[in-house]
């Protein structure tokens, strides 16, 4: 059996069992203890089918792009001249220079992660540089934004549409690098980032104010009219905007020690990426989750609207989340529409059961099927209140795609070579722009505590 059909039996399983002790009127400490473990395995089995799913979207990538280019230079072996040297005929064989293509933005890469000294660059490093036209002494790249994401669906899976780093001081030299290093960064940002999973995301090459206009007609109606009589005084349709501006955010300096640099067996893009990745990823999610819209972003709990007030101050009910999701007009109520919350109030939620005593929550039993609630799928953004106390705003409910994240630019990425040199550390820094607003709060609402 395949990995991942293992993986959704294995899922099956757990849900069964979990079932199972749901049932319990008054659980042991073992069952609670195993109610614990399985819980867990739960959510760890559902990271690891994602991961798989995207992996193996990108090995059929491969393949197919392996077959497309087999085909193409089938017809051109038959005319190539006999006796070749093998050295030759190795650098012509159109695998081999797919394979060297490949791997020469990695090692690029590495060359200008390591460069602070030109004396650390491999042999390899080095060929790769020259091949790409890129100077590796350069302190500075700027990073393109890799990936695309999806809007039209809530759990759009983000499409890698172009990675690139350009060297912005290397004259008629300039070029542009697939690396994978930068998608892996974006995707790691967005791992940390629930906002931006389900947002409408734009990029604009300029941090330019950008208004946005918005409009809601939902109050208004048409008439019923007799046989010649007026049209009516005209009813106006609300037409207003929203602006978009950009806010800097840094990472701070990743240091990394000399020892690491010269290491050539060390996976050091990974951990360049990962930790640049994380901190950007965090600080942004901050924003655009909580942020006021007063000198910072707006976030997308700021730009939601009052669905419903719990009757209590420390908990709320399945019927108040009900009535959360008919507070949003039937007019933005659809397929795109979703809950998005904490871990900890979600942990709670599945807890919830129904008057038979079965569990509310509906885990997804087939592959590339989200769980839902009432329906609905489930957003996770660790950055919402989690603490069940008065004032709290727990839930939100509505179509994400009228909450817009604007990406401003490209990810600058600098390399300190000498700021921390006497400690003997190389430092990394990235820098981005970005502002976030809810368009239409009417297409989202909030469930807060008494």
Same mark, same amino acid.
């Given at each position: 059996?395949?990995?991942?059909?293992?993986?959704?039996?294995?899922?099956?399983?757990?849900?069964?069992?979990?079932?199972?002790?749901?049932?319990?009127?008054?659980?042991?400490?073992?069952?609670?203890?195993?109610?614990?473990?399985?819980?867990?395995?739960?959510?760890?089995?559902?990271?690891?089918?994602?991961?798989?799913?995207?992996?193996?979207?990108?090995?059929?990538?491969?393949?197919?792009?392996?077959?497309?280019?087999?085909?193409?230079?089938?017809?051109?072996?038959?005319?190539?001249?006999?006796?070749?040297?093998?050295?030759?005929?190795?650098?012509?064989?159109?695998?081999?220079?797919?394979?060297?293509?490949?791997?020469?933005?990695?090692?690029?890469?590495?060359?200008?992660?390591?460069?602070?000294?030109?004396?650390?660059?491999?042999?390899?490093?080095?060929?790769?540089?020259?091949?790409?036209?890129?100077?590796?002494?350069?302190?500075?790249?700027?990073?393109?934004?890799?990936?695309?994401?999806?809007?039209?669906? +809530?759990?759009? &899976?983000?499409?890698? !549409?172009? =990675?690139?780093? /350009?060297? $912005?001081?290397? %004259?008629? @030299?300039?070029?542009?690098?697939?690396?994978?290093?930068?998608?892996?960064?974006?995707?790691?940002?967005?791992?940390?980032?629930?906002?931006?999973?389900?947002?409408?995301?734009?990029?604009?090459?300029?941090?330019?104010?950008?208004?946005?206009?918005?409009?809601?007609?939902?109050?208004?109606?048409?008439?019923?009219?007799?046989?010649?009589?007026?049209?009516?005084?005209?009813?106006?349709?609300?037409?207003?905007?929203?602006?978009?501006?950009?806010?800097?955010?840094?990472?701070?300096?990743?240091?990394?020690?000399?020892?690491?640099?010269?290491?050539?067996?060390?996976?050091?893009?990974?951990?360049?990426?990962?930790? +640049?990745?994380? &901190?950007?990823?965090? !600080?942004? =999610?901050?924003? /655009?989750? $909580?942020?006021? %819209?007063? @000198?910072?972003?707006?976030?997308?709990?700021?730009?939601?609207?009052?669905?419903?007030?719990?009757?209590?101050?420390?908990?709320?009910?399945?019927?108040?989340?009900?009535?959360?999701?008919?507070?949003?007009?039937?007019?933005?109520?659809?397929?795109?529409?979703?809950?998005?919350?904490?871990?900890?109030?979600?942990?709670?939620?599945?807890?919830?059961?129904?008057?038979?005593?079965?569990?509310?929550?509906?885990?997804?039993?087939?592959?590339?099927?989200?769980?839902?609630?009432?329906?609905?799928?489930?957003?996770?953004?660790?950055?919402?209140?989690?603490?069940?106390?008065?004032?709290?705003?727990?839930?939100?409910?509505?179509?994400?795609?009228?909450?817009?994240?604007?990406?401003?630019?490209?990810?600058?990425?600098?390399?300190?070579?000498?700021?921390?040199?006497?400690?003997?550390?190389?430092?990394?820094?990235?820098?981005?722009?970005?502002?976030?607003?809810?368009?239409?709060?009417?297409?989202?609402?909030?469930?807060?505590?008494?």
């Amino acid at each position: 059996m395949a990995y991942l059909e293992r993986l959704q039996d294995e899922k099956n399983q757990v849900v069964v069992r979990m079932q199972e002790l749901g049932k319990v009127e008054s659980m042991t400490a073992e069952q609670s203890a195993e109610w614990d473990r399985l819980n867990e395995r739960f959510d760890a089995i559902g990271k690891e089918m994602a991961e798989e799913t995207a992996a193996r979207a990108k090995r059929e990538q491969i393949q197919q792009r392996l077959a497309e280019i087999d085909a193409q230079t089938k017809e051109e072996r038959n005319g190539r001249r006999v006796g070749v040297v093998e050295s030759d005929r190795k650098a012509a064989d159109p695998e081999h220079q797919l394979r060297e293509a490949n791997e020469d933005p990695l090692y690029a890469i590495q060359g200008f992660l390591r460069a602070g000294k030109r004396r650390m660059l491999t042999e390899r490093q080095k060929q790769a540089c020259e091949r790409m036209g890129f100077d590796p002494l350069e302190g500075e790249v700027e990073i393109r934004s890799s990936l695309s994401y999806g809007n039209d669906g +809530l759990f759009s &899976r983000f499409r890698e !549409v172009r =990675a690139g780093l /350009d060297v $912005t001081n290397s %004259g008629a @030299g300039k070029e542009t690098i697939p690396a994978g290093f930068f998608a892996e960064l974006d995707r790691k940002m967005l791992a940390y980032d629930g906002a931006r999973q389900v947002a409408r995301v734009i990029n604009t090459p300029s941090g330019n104010s950008l208004p946005w206009p918005k409009v809601d007609d939902t109050g208004n109606t048409g008439a019923l009219l007799a046989e010649a009589t007026t049209i009516g005084t005209s009813i106006d349709p609300t037409f207003s905007a929203v602006t978009l501006g950009s806010y800097k955010f840094s990472s701070k300096a990743v240091l990394v020690s000399a020892e690491l640099l010269e290491d050539s067996a060390f996976n050091l893009s990974d951990l360049i990426s990962g930790l +640049l990745a994380e &901190r950007l990823g965090r !600080v942004m =999610a901050t924003y /655009d989750t $909580t942020g006021t %819209g007063s @000198g910072q972003p707006e976030g997308i709990v700021a730009g939601s609207a009052a669905g419903k007030t719990a009757a209590s101050a420390t908990a709320f009910t399945p019927d108040e989340m009900i009535d959360l999701t008919h507070s949003v007009d039937i007019a933005y109520r659809n397929e795109r529409c979703g809950f998005m919350m904490h871990d900890t109030i979600l942990k709670t939620v599945r807890k919830f059961k129904d008057n038979d005593g079965q569990y509310i929550w509906q885990p997804g039993l087939q592959l590339g099927v989200p769980d839902r609630l009432f329906g609905y799928p489930v957003v996770v953004n660790n950055n919402m209140d989690s603490a069940l106390t008065t004032g709290k705003k727990l839930i939100l409910f509505g179509d994400f795609s009228h909450f817009v994240i604007r990406d401003v630019g490209s990810t600058r990425f600098y390399r300190l070579d000498e700021l921390y040199r006497g400690t003997d550390q190389t430092g990394f820094v990235a820098l981005r722009r970005m502002d976030s607003k809810m368009i239409q709060s009417a297409a989202v609402k909030h469930l807060v505590l008494a």
